[in-house]
Structure formats: C-alpha cells, structure tokens
C-alpha cells in the first residue's frame, strides 16, 4: 500500500509496473519508498543506479535521481556518482546477475573499498528477463531454460560473500517479512558503509514453475515456512532453515571521507 506521501516517490506516468503478476519486486519498491518517507527524504536527496534486468525496473517507477546503466555496472556507475556527490544516498538495486555474475567483481571490490552504497539485491534465484536460466543464486538441483536436467552449480551465499569482502552492513529478509524489509532498508540508508540488504523474493513465472513451487502465494508461504530471525528461539532448533536478519553492522573507515584525507594531503604537498 502507498499513501498520498509516499506516491511523490512514483513516476506514476509509467504505471501499470511492467512485472509479471506474483512478482516480488514490486514488494521491494513499495518497502523502499515507505522507508524514503519514513526517513523525511527529499527526492533531490537520492540517487538510484541499475543495470538490466527485471530488479532493474525499479529505478524507472521512482521521481528521484536514477541511472539506468550496463548489465552488471550499476556499482561501477554508483561508485562515480558517491566520488563525485558524497553528500548523496546512493542506492544500487540488482538481480543476480547485476550483483554477482557479470557484476560479482564489482560488487567484492564496493564492498572491500567500504564506500558508502546501499546495494539491494533481490535473490529471486533465476534470470527472468531473458528467459529463465540459472544464475549464481539458483543452487544445485535447480531446474531452469538453460539447465532441464537440473544445476549443478553450488550457489553463492550473499551474506558470507558480503561479509568477507568487507561489507560492515549486511542484512538478509524477504518479500514475505515486509515489516522487516522496511527496517532494514532504512538501517542500510543510514549506514555510513557499504551496506548489502539480500531480499529473497519470488519469481512464480520462471522459479516458481520449473521448479514446482506454485504461485506467488504459496512462495512465500515457503519463505515464511523455511527462514528463521537470528537470535529466535527456533534457530538452534532448525539449523537448516535460511537465517534472516542483521548478520553485521560496524563502523569503518568509510572510502569518500578517507578520499577526502588524500587529496587533502596533495593540496597542502605532503604525503
């Protein structure tokens, strides 16, 4: 649900959204404006970044500074604007291939640099806007276009890589904990930090029917059934289950403001 506060956020001009029916993504964009508003943001404030795929949309159902960039090289671009605009929140959202595929080295060196980006990737587990292939977050077993016999890849874990490539803030949820996704967003805007929110959230047209899942509804069903709260009395009875939750959240040297220390330094000739 949006308020009439939070539609300034929507260009509404390009409404109805272009996402198939079920899709999480939209989830993703209403929990994302809710948290612009509920941190008083001004439009001119804020600056989102994409690539291409259907995560990707996002930056064009927003009023608010948006580039829509390269397959994989929305961090590249985001990196640039913070450099030259470190008084911008900059917010990066992406798919799996955006994130970490064609964009994996991307993200590791955003990460290990602790410059202070927002990167929202939303894990629906498939390529949806090409057809449906397997990509690094499918897993193994996984049935999709380009694998029919099933995956055998082992899939990449968003908050361990995250994590060990020097994110100080990272959080997992999905489109089911909405109330969730809306703290964690704002928590990631106001980190000083690269901050990673992984949202795993359903693709019932590609994931959800290779993979004999059902509909949206009873995806997320299985988010609710098989994700458990850090710290929750039930994690230690259900190791297997996916962890959800704040997993770090530290205070570094942020990369802009030590950027700033060196030119500092070469204006005034010392090293």
């Given at each position: 649900m949006t308020t009439q506060t939070t539609r300034k956020y929507l260009r509404e001009r390009f409404m109805p959204h272009i996402w198939c029916a079920g899709c999480g993504h939209g989830t993703v964009l209403n929990a994302l404006i809710r948290a612009f508003e509920a941190l008083g943001m001004s439009r001119n404030e804020i600056v989102m970044v994409s690539g291409i795929g259907c995560s990707s949309r996002i930056t064009g159902y927003v009023d608010v500074h948006t580039l829509h960039t390269l397959h994989g090289r929305a961090l590249a671009f985001a990196t640039g604007v913070k450099l030259s605009k470190p008084e911008l929140n900059v917010?990066?959202?992406?798919?799996?291939?955006?994130?970490?595929?064609?964009?994996?080295?991307?993200?590791?060196?955003?990460?290990?640099?602790?410059?202070?980006?927002?990167?929202?990737?939303?894990?629906?587990?498939?390529?949806?806007?090409?057809?449906?292939?397997?990509?690094?977050?499918?897993?193994?077993?996984?049935?999709?276009?380009?694998?029919?016999?099933?995956?055998?890849?082992?899939?990449?874990?968003?908050?361990?890589?995250?994590?060990?490539?020097?994110?100080?803030?990272?959080?997992?949820?999905?489109?089911?904990?909405?109330?969730?996704?809306?703290?964690?967003?704002?928590?990631?805007?106001?980190?000083?930090?690269?901050?990673?929110?992984?949202?795993?959230?359903?693709?019932?047209?590609?994931?959800?029917?290779?993979?004999?899942?059902?509909?949206?509804?009873?995806m997320l069903t299985y988010y609710k059934e098989n994700t458990v709260a850090l710290g929750a009395r039930s994690e230690k009875e259900h190791p297997h289950m996916i962890k959800r939750g704040i997993f770090i959240q530290e205070e570094k040297p942020e990369y802009c403001s030590q950027y700033d220390k060196v030119m500092e330094r070469a204006q005034k000739g010392r090293p």
């Open positions: 917010i990066v959202p992406m798919g799996d291939g955006d994130a970490l595929a064609i964009g994996g080295n991307h993200f590791i060196h955003a990460a290990r640099r602790n410059i202070a980006l927002t990167a929202l990737v939303m894990n629906n587990r498939i390529y949806g806007m090409t057809g449906g292939q397997y990509s690094p977050l499918s897993g193994y077993g996984i049935s999709a276009t380009t694998a029919p016999y099933t995956s055998i890849d082992p899939d990449f874990d968003v908050v361990a890589l995250s994590m060990a490539a020097g994110a100080t803030f990272v959080a997992r949820t999905t489109t089911y904990h909405v109330n969730e996704m809306f703290d964690f967003f704002q928590k990631a805007i106001l980190h000083e930090g690269f901050a990673v929110v992984e949202v795993l959230t359903q693709c019932p047209t590609y994931f959800g029917r290779k993979n004999k899942m059902g509909n949206a509804a009873d």
